[in-house]
T-cell receptor, first 115, second 112 residues
């Protein structure tokens, strides 16, 4: 158990809908990262937050947004869902954002299926 | 454009044998990561490599980084069945637009 929790574990929804994925980092970790894993695209980095501020942005679509709250949990919002958004979404946390403090601990993932 | 290539994509090996997985990338990188993923499971961080010549070892796995050659290797010594998993490298380029690119993964199967 990495100490990172994600809810829900599974999510089935329809095209055009909006969903929110939640991530609670390990106690003491200030950075949260979001990733998408699909058969088509492989593993992709979406976005990173550090202590509430956006730190780095990867291949995150404009339909997607994220934030990190004062208690350090993070939410990834996916809107106007398309079939191609079906994927496994992981979050990870780390103590800091540089050097060995970047060792990331991954949550179990949320499996999203868009029908 | 930053590209990350891993080879081989699939690797089947006997227990007790040694093998190396390669991760090549196309432009100068700040750092490189190795991850492991068991089937149907999440990712596990293995190594963070921060500088040229960095070498890290954990159990039967050893990772190294040659930034001049733009190459990282993950060496497996005396493989055991428990090492069967998919291994990913990921490269970070943080000058200019931040890019964090994963390799395609190497699916390793260790046969008893």
């Amino acid at each position: 158990d990495s100490g990172v929790t994600q809810t829900p574990k599974h999510l089935i929804t329809a095209t055009g809908q909006r969903v929110t994925l939640r991530c609670s980092p390990r106690s003491g970790d200030l950075s949260v990262y979001w990733y998408q894993q699909s058969l088509d695209q492989g593993l992709q980095f979406l976005i990173q937050y550090y202590n509430g501020e956006e730190r780095a942005k990867g291949n995150i679509l404009e339909r997607f947004s994220a934030q990190q709250f004062p208690d350090l949990h993070s939410e990834l919002n996916l809107s106007s869902l398309e079939l191609g958004d079906s994927a496994l979404y992981f979050c990870a946390s780390s103590v800091g954002s540089s050097g060995d403090q970047e060792t990331q601990y991954f949550g179990p993932g949320t499996r999203l299926l868009v029908l | 454009e930053l590209k990350v290539e891993q080879n081989p994509l699939f690797l089947s090996m006997q227990e007790g044998k040694n093998y190396t997985i390669y991760c090549n990338y196309s432009t100068t990188s700040d750092r490189l990561y190795w991850y492991r993923q068991d089937p149907g499971k999440s990712l596990e961080s293995l190594f963070v490599l921060l500088s040229n010549g960095a070498v890290k070892q954990e159990g039967r796995l050893m990772a190294s980084l040659d930034t001049k050659a733009r190459l990282s290797t993950l060496h497996i010594t005396a493989a055991v069945h428990d090492l069967s998993a998919t291994y990913f490298c990921a490269v970070v380029l943080s000058s200019g637009t931040y890019k964090y690119i994963f390799g395609t993964g190497t699916r390793l199967k260790v046969l008893a």
